[in-house]
């Protein structure tokens, strides 16, 4: 589990990045913290392994305090992957690539082995095993980040903008992925901006604006509330803005899926004939 | 006259074993904005690159086919030639701002151009005010949001009145908010100035309102090419897999199951005309 | 680090970051040439006094003091090294004369130093890119620089984002021998490598795209003109190294230590 309490910090460059933020997460949940760029997204996840640590208040994942322990310690429970894979990608294959971390965590070579088969084979990349990743396009070097950071099976993962640069099709099969790994038990936190994203996938959603989170709860309630929305700067989903103004015509207004949103007309239209 | 002209045109990479496109054949006329999308790798991007000359002048690699720009064939011009007639903003706002304040890289291109000092003072300016940013010209690139950032880049392009100018996905690393005023400016050059514009995006459901033509790619190859709302609505589109806009594809479902509303939307509001129109009747 | 403040742009309004770069550069290319020309501590501590009226009114004291204070070190090695050479392989002259020889050579240091640090502190990289453009340096080198100059924070940036990403997978940059600490870096130094090619790929990508090389002449939408404070300056320096070469020439310097009779 994860607690975040009365989290306060500023950048050595005097940018106060949060203000006073509070937010619990069990284990095993799905969840989109969305807000405008700066306001504080990634800054907050940055606190859960240590990356970062509070300058007031406290962050506690699984009973350690993130001031007293090392990001090493706190990176085998929280995997992060960064929004651009180029970051993290040096290893002359994928096979080094993925290893990496499991040898900064001390697994033996069988141990090492296991799991590269493991992860190369959850991110459909066991024909890229011998190939360098530099190599590779730019959606598949994401995934070997993607399995680089899972190799370890860590049992939170955060993902930084996943939805960037992604066609619609890569977007889908993110989504599954994730389900995958919210199924396998994972604690999954994601930071985005990408409303249609949050709205297909439907986690709980922690609204943030200006270092403090305004709002947290089920996606159909929070993306669906137009004053909160403009609040943090983002906007209603597609379906959402139809049926805000279809409101005068007796249309509920918390809609999000387009499937339910053609349920609903559709009873509407056959109910009128 | 089309002011873009494509005949069988097909690129190979370098290092490449196929080619990242083939067989294009296409006719851009003065005045249109084009939406070309499709799944990462069909060869869009490389597409693009053909248009202002980078392809075949910096990158190498095997080009066969006709091409011409605004009556020039672009294999036999050099690149800052067909600059003048063909804009180019990319997708990583940082990486096409060098200068170290707002106004200087907005004048790059022309100082590259040779222009005289008060040519240049007046086409920045004019630039800087109709991408609505003028107020920041003196600041540094560094200092500014990646939309701020974006539209300096915009200007940049915009400065050398280019009849022409390409998008390559110029709103993925922004919010949705910061995308929006990129696309109303992209669209207010294309309306009021007159520029014809082809946007490269994934984010059909922003930016297919403002088109008048869409085509999608697929596997280097152009599969649909025609208005938005008949492209967007059909089975095929769909198959492909492309960001359909949610209206269209609430459209496309309540087709499937018998309710033709007859008027194809592309956004929020114009679905929400046409069913207020299928409901009150 | 602290050395290096001295030489970092500070952006603050002063009659001296108003002035022109090139005067400015005349200015500190006289006071290296006399700083070299003097071995003897009377003429070198003239010249340390009288650039310190320039740190204040540049209003840049702070980041002056921090710079004498990071060099203090190489200051003290200098002086130290001067003693023992000018003891061990100097014509044997008493101490005092010595420690005299060594003060004046480590100030000569403190000299050049001083007049480097004003200039780079008072000088904006974008005056120091158009000065270098104007004064007829080829324009692909000075694009380099300020270009260089406008992605060093950037860089920094991205240097520390990809520290974060690595330590996020265990990564530990601290501790270990020195062998181990260079091998922990390969995972930071590849990524920021590979990175800033594709950087500068996409820049060339850009900077084709808007005419590069379209022609010879390529002009500027900013000018730099000398105004009189700059020819003040110019021939204040030349006045100076006039008179710096008529006392080397005829004039012999007395040793602080004759004139104290020690």
């Known amino acids: 589990m994860i607690k975040i309490e009365d989290v306060h910090f500023t950048y050595p460059n005097g940018v106060e990045a949060l203000s006073g933020v509070n937010l619990e997460v069990q284990d095993g949940e799905f969840l989109a913290i969305m807000g405008q760029n700066g306001a504080g997204k990634t800054t907050l996840v940055k606190h859960i392994n240590g990356l970062l640590k509070p300058i007031r208040g406290t962050v506690v994942v699984d009973d350690l305090e993130t001031t007293k322990v090392s990001v090493a310690t706190l990176a085998r429970k929280v995997g992060f992957v960064f929004q651009n894979p180029d970051h993290q990608l040096f290893s002359e294959t994928v096979e080094e690539e993925v290893s990496f971390a499991l040898r900064n965590f001390g697994f033996n070579e069988a141990a090492v082995n296991e799991r590269v088969n493991w992860a190369l084979n959850l991110l459909d990349l066991a024909e890229y095993r011998k190939v360098s990743p530099f190599m590779l396009s730019g959606g598949e070097r994401k995934r070997v980040a993607l399995a680089s950071v899972l190799a370890w099976d860590p049992k939170i993962v955060i993902l930084d903008e996943p939805t960037i640069g992604q066609d619609n099709q890569q977007k889908e099969r993110l989504r599954q992925f994730i389900l995958q790994l919210n199924n396998l038990g994972k604690t999954v936190i994601i930071v985005t901006h990408d409303i249609e994203f949050v709205a297909e996938c439907k986690p709980r959603v922690v609204l943030m604006s200006q270092g403090k989170i305004i709002a947290q709860g089920a996606a159909e309630k929070i993306l669906t509330d137009p004053d909160l929305v403009s609040q943090a700067s983002v906007v209603l989903p597609q379906i959402t803005q139809l049926f805000v103004s279809l409101r005068n015509e007796g249309f509920p207004t918390e809609v999000i899926d387009v499937n339910e949103a053609a349920e609903i007309l559709l009873e509407r239209i056959s109910d009128s004939r | ?281 | 680090m602290s050395m290096f403040d001295g030489f970092k742009f500070r952006s603050v309004s002063s009659t001296i970051h108003k002035m022109d770069p090139r005067a400015k550069f005349i200015y500190v290319c006289v006071l290296f040439c006399v700083a070299v020309m003097f071995s003897q501590l009377i003429p070198l501590l003239i010249l340390f006094i009288v650039q310190t009226p320039l740190i204040f009114i540049a209003r840049v004291q702070k980041e002056w003091l921090r710079s004498m204070k990071g060099s203090a070190m190489f200051a003290i090695v200098i002086f130290l090294m001067n003693i023992l050479s000018l003891y061990f392989y100097g014509s044997y002259e008493s101490l005092s004369v010595i420690v005299e020889r060594a003060l004046a050579l480590t100030l000569r240091f403190m000299v050049l130093i001083e007049s480097f640090s004003v200039f780079f502190l008072t000088t904006s990289p974008d005056l120091l890119g158009l000065a270098l453009e104007q004064s007829r340096v080829p324009y692909e080198l000075c694009f380099a620089f300020t270009t260089a100059v406008r992605f060093v924070p950037v860089l920094a940036e991205e240097a520390q984002t990809i520290m974060d990403a690595q330590k996020a997978r265990g990564l530990e940059l601290e501790g270990g021998n020195f062998v181990k600490k260079i091998r922990n870096y390969i995972p930071i130094l590849i990524p920021l490598i590979v990175n800033a090619i594709r950087r500068s790929l996409e820049l060339a990508e850009t900077m084709e795209s808007r005419a590069w090389g379209a022609t010879q002449n390529r002009t500027n939408l900013y000018v730099l003109k000398m105004g009189r404070k700059d020819l003040y300056l110019v021939l204040f320096s030349f006045a100076i190294l006039a008179v710096s070469v008529y006392v080397i020439t005829y004039i012999q310097i007395p040793n602080v230590t004759h004139l104290l009779r020690i």
Not at chain 2, 85 to 108: I, R
Not at chain 2, 123 to 150: C, H, M, N
Not at chain 2, 248 to 273: C, F, H, M
Request: glycine share 8%; aromatic share 6%.
């Open chain 2, 1 to 281: 006259m089309p002011i873009i002209e494509t005949k069988n045109l097909t690129y190979t990479y370098p290092i490449g074993t196929k080619p990242a496109f083939e067989d294009v054949t296409i006719n851009v006329e003065k005045g249109e904005f084009i939406v070309l999308t499709g799944p990462s790798g069909c060869g869009k991007t490389t597409l693009c690159r053909c248009f202002n000359g980078l392809i075949p002048h910096f990158y190498s690699g095997k080009l066969e086919g006709e091409i011409a720009v605004s009556d020039l064939r672009v294999v036999e011009h050099q690149i800052h030639e067909l600059a003048q007639h063909v804009g180019m903003v990319f997708q990583n706002p940082e990486n096409q701002l060098f200068a170290l304040s707002v106004e200087k890289d907005v004048a790059f291109g022309l100082e590259n151009l040779g222009m005289s000092r008060k040519e240049m003072r007046e086409r920045v300016d004019w630039a800087l005010k109709t991408t609505g940013i003028f107020e920041l010209k003196d600041r540094a690139p560094y200092e500014l949001s990646g939309g701020q950032q974006q539209r300096v880049a915009i200007a940049s392009v915009l400065a050398m009145q280019p009849k022409i100018i390409i998008f390559d996905e110029p709103t993925s690393f922004l919010d949705p908010m910061g995308a929006q005023k990129i696309f109303e400016v992209i669209n207010r050059l294309n309306k009021e100035i007159g520029i014809t514009i082809i946007l490269v995006e994934h984010r059909l459901d922003l930016t297919s309102k403002y088109a008048n033509r869409v085509i999608i790619m697929d596997k280097g190859r152009i599969l649909l090419d025609g208005p938005p709302k008949e492209i967007l609505s059909s089975e095929e589109a769909r198959l492909i897999g492309v960001g359909i806009p949610k209206a269209t594809r609430l459209y496309q479902i309540l087709k499937d199951k018998g309710v033709n509303l007859g008027k194809i939307p592309l956004s929020a509001e114009e679905a929400a005309e046409t069913l207020t129109e299928a409901l009150t009747h």
